[in-house]
């Protein structure tokens, strides 16, 4: 293992080669990691975010003039929608908001971070910025927007999605397993998800004709959609739901963006279980799970695709097959071995170790970015709060990765700064 003084300087010294290297359209580069962190809320200013940005602090500008721009190939869109529309045939296409920019504002008031949004559609998404998009498409409309707009994402849908980290009052993080229903990232977890709904904030079908639209209908429904979503995938009541805190903002491996967030219910990880069969949208899961909310010990660093099991070892815990029956209960998704000497002791599940190292054969993507922004938060909270030694060390260097993972340097410089007053050198 790297010391503290050495990893704070071997990230110092990557600086300057990462920021040669970023990619001008923000969405991850080929080989690398599958998704990108466009925006944490530890880039606000200490102080101001708390665990997360509260509504009241995130500023909105929203028209016309952030949709998508046509393109002569969007009759590959309609081929595209049927096609999807066999694989999921419980789709259906919907007006969505379109993120056209964020901006972040490092000022000690006024807004922390602006989001600009037009709207979109479910079925422009699947026929611009879904998994299925053929990459010689996708980089053809990247082409035709940076030389006709000076956007490379002009002619994309950018259809803006929300997820949740949600934690119970019992120190648990609430996992989903994506069912073969759904239209993307089937057999992995997330936290609860979905999409903002322009209806919901009043706007009709018509996406020429924006007026009458106040920004503020539009934030509150950004926040609105996250409860709604835990409601109706988890059937946790309401009431039992904080208002949601925004930590972040990623886009996928094909530029789906999507905020990231931290809401917390008053229930406990036992008593969100018995909810589980009241879920409205309970097709979308085909189980669910729950983690630790710290992360063990025995968690070095993010998991690569790669990872090998040792001499004589069997996997850790195997996700359902498509088509196996599973209850729509905790842990009915894995299937645990016998605990390994780091399991005992670090006594964290085989699920736990998965989330927290970001292991991509097990996690979505959004989820692993909201996760890189639960430990860049972490490692720059003004009070830890938690319990110091390995742990805390684990945090401080996964949340260095993330940052220069993500080409946030300010945040890395951050993290840089308290690693060094953390070992006696400042």
Not at 90 to 111: C, I, N, Q, Y
């Amino acid at each position: 293992r790297r010391s503290t003084t050495g990893k704070v300087a071997m990230a110092s010294n990557a600086m300057a080669s990462k920021r040669a290297r970023i990619d001008e359209d923000k969405t991850p580069v080929s080989g690398e990691i599958d998704y990108r962190v466009v925006f944490s809320a530890a880039q606000v200013p200490a102080g101001r975010a708390g665990f997360g940005i509260g509504e009241e602090d995130v500023a909105i500008e929203f028209g016309a003039s952030f949709n998508r721009v046509a393109h002569p190939s969007d009759g590959e869109i309609d081929r595209a929608w049927q096609a999807k529309l066999r694989e999921s045939p419980k789709m259906w296409d919907a007006l969505k908001f379109r993120l056209a920019s964020l901006e972040v504002h490092k000022t000690a008031d006024g807004p922390a971070v602006t989001i600009r949004v037009g709207v979109t559609s479910y079925k422009d998404y699947v026929g611009t910025n879904a998994d299925g998009v053929p990459a010689a498409r996708l980089a053809a409309l990247r082409a035709d927007g940076r030389s006709n707009h000076d956007d490379a994402h002009a002619h994309e849908s950018r259809a803006l999605g929300v997820e949740t980290v949600l934690e119970t009052s019992d120190g648990k993080l609430v996992l989903l397993r994506r069912s073969e229903g759904v239209a993307t990232f089937r057999g992995v977890f997330n936290g609860p998800s979905g999409h903002p709904e322009p209806a919901d904030a009043g706007l009709k079908a018509d996406l020429a004709n924006l007026d009458g639209i106040e920004p503020a209908d539009v934030r509150r429904e950004m926040f609105d959609a996250v409860v709604k979503e835990c409601v109706e995938e988890t059937g946790i009541p309401a009431a039992a739901l904080s208002r949601p805190r925004l930590i972040g903002a990623m886009t996928d491996s094909f530029g789906k963006p999507d905020l990231l967030f931290h809401t917390r219910t008053s229930l406990t990880a036992e008593q969100v279980g018995t909810c589980l069969t009241n879920a409205s949208e309970a097709w979308e899961s085909s189980a669910a799970d729950v983690v630790d909310a710290t992360p063990p010990e025995d968690v070095e660093s993010r998991a690569g695709a790669d990872v090998r099991k040792g001499p004589g070892e069997e996997e850790q815990f195997r996700c359902l097959r498509p088509g196996e029956p599973a209850p729509f209960a905790f842990g009915a998704s894995v299937l645990r071995n016998p605990p390994t000497r780091n399991d005992r002791e670090s006594g964290a599940s085989a699920m736990s170790r998965a989330f927290w190292a970001r292991d991509p054969r097990f996690i979505s993507p959004v989820t692993r970015a909201a996760v890189d922004c639960v430990y860049m938060l972490e490692s720059l909270r003004a009070e830890r709060g938690t319990a110091g030694g390995m742990r805390e060390e684990r945090v401080m260097d996964n949340a260095l990765d993330a940052a220069m993972d993500h080409e946030l340097f300010d945040v890395a410089r951050a993290i840089e700064r308290r690693m060094v007053t953390r070992a006696g050198f400042a």
